[in-house]
Nanobody
Framework: QLQLVESGGALVQPGGSLRLSCVAS????????IGWFRQAPGKEREGVSC????????KYVDSVKGRFTISRDNTRNAIYLQMNALKPEDTAVYYC???????????????????WGQGTQVIVSS
């Protein structure tokens, strides 16, 4: 069973940057597509970005395109989300999730993901 642990959340000023990390254990990450999701207070959880098992396909929700970058290092069993030019509306708990999907694409459809981390809080405020 894939287990995921996020880290890197913090309080940051608007325009600042953060890098979130998601470290996997319990299984090899290289057969999983990984998604980053976020949930702001009072809102439903939304997909932010995903990356396929090989790292050759990435997708982003429109609101973060050009600001966020997802990457992975399968040798370290880790996924990263580099977040630049942060805005107050990026404030949320960020989750990474795993979708067993070898040699395929990725999706931000929550229903595909059955392994979830506990989340890390990002607050963007002056």
């Amino acid at each position: 069973q894939l287990q995921l642990v996020e880290s890197g959340g913090a309080l940051v000023q608007p325009g600042g940057s953060l890098r979130l990390s998601c470290v996997a254990s319990g299984d090899s990450l290289d057969t999983y597509a990984i998604g980053w999701f976020r949930q702001a207070p009072g809102k439903e959880r939304e997909g932010v970005s995903c990356i396929n098992d090989r790292g050759s396909i990435t997708k982003y929700v429109d609101s973060v395109k050009g600001r966020f970058t997802i990457s992975r290092d399968n040798t370290r069993n880790a996924i990263y989300l580099q977040m630049n030019a942060l805005k107050p509306e990026d404030t949320a708990v960020y989750y990474c999730a795993g979708d067993y999907r070898p040699y395929s694409t990725c999706s931000m459809n929550e229903g595909r993901f059955d392994s979830w981390g506990q989340g890390t809080q990002v607050i963007v405020s002056s």
